[in-house]
């Protein structure tokens, strides 16, 4: 079975500072794993993936991710914050067909001060 | 740049009603889904359509939901008799082909019953 663990729903950065979002997966088969940003009373926009290819993805607006596999984790870093990150950001984990479902965190929402 | 939309953004119905809710995939996409968001909580798969058939559903869809693709651009999630529970934003999101494809989500339909 396929489940994401995001650990804490809420995180705080300053403006300028590291961002570091926190995502553990556990898949049965080698897995496709996602991070998606909803900024308010918007949809789910893909920032990354990680599809078994390199284990550092870089995606959009500054954002990476690496897979280990041995700790089965895809945490999300952006060195340097900035306002308009401030959203919140999903983690999720596909078995690997591209039918499959998704399954989703909780999520984690991103505070950025100035 | 090609969009999944989804009408209406926002739908208030009577418990008991039946509403149905629209999704235009982008258009050379194959694989179609729902999943919806209660406010709070994970955001979680419904189901998913390919070849004018439901290849996975969850144990969330039962028989108040249904989908269709009534013509060659639109993808309809259907819930026949709506209960409180069932308020919460709905997401539409389509695919394309390959294995290393991602799901392209709308910017959902909040539905709110009352």
């Known amino acids: 079975a396929q489940s994401v663990t995001q650990l804490g729903s809420h995180v705080s950065v300053s403006e300028g500072a590291l961002v570091l979002l926190r995502c553990n997966y556990s898949?049965?088969?080698?897995?496709?794993l996602f991070w998606y940003v909803q900024y308010p009373n918007q949809g789910l926009q893909l920032l990354l993936k990680?599809?078994?290819?390199?284990?550092l993805v870089k995606g959009i607006n500054g954002f990476e991710a690496e897979f280990k596999k041995s700790e089965t984790s895809f945490h999300l870093t952006k060195p340097s914050a900035h306002m308009s990150d401030a959203a919140e950001y999903f983690c999720?984990?596909?078995?690997?067909?591209?039918?499959?479902?998704?399954?989703f965190g909780r999520g984690t929402q991103l505070t950025v001060w100035p | 740049e090609p969009e999944v939309t989804q009408t209406p953004s926002h739908q208030v119905t009577q418990m008991g009603q039946e509403v149905i809710l629209h999704c235009v995939p982008i258009?050379?996409?194959?694989?179609f889904y729902w999943y919806r968001q209660i406010l709070g909580q994970k955001v979680e798969f419904l189901v998913s359509?390919?070849?004018?058939?439901?290849?996975?559903k969850s144990e969330i869809f039962d028989d108040q939901f249904s989908v269709e693709r009534p013509d060659g651009s639109n993808f309809t999630l259907k819930i026949r008799s709506t209960k409180l529970e069932d308020s919460a934003m709905y997401f539409c999101?389509?695919?394309?082909?390959?294995?290393?494809?991602?799901?392209?989500f709308g910017q959902g339909t909040r539905l709110t019953v009352v």
């Open positions: 999101a389509s695919s394309g082909t390959g294995p290393n494809t991602e799901a392209f």
């Open positions: 258009s050379n996409h194959l694989y």
């Open positions: 359509f390919y070849n004018n058939e439901i290849s996975e």
């Open positions: 999720a984990v596909r078995r690997g067909s591209t039918l499959g479902r998704l399954y």
């Open positions: 990680y599809t078994s290819a390199a284990t």
């Open positions: 898949s049965s088969v080698p897995p496709y």
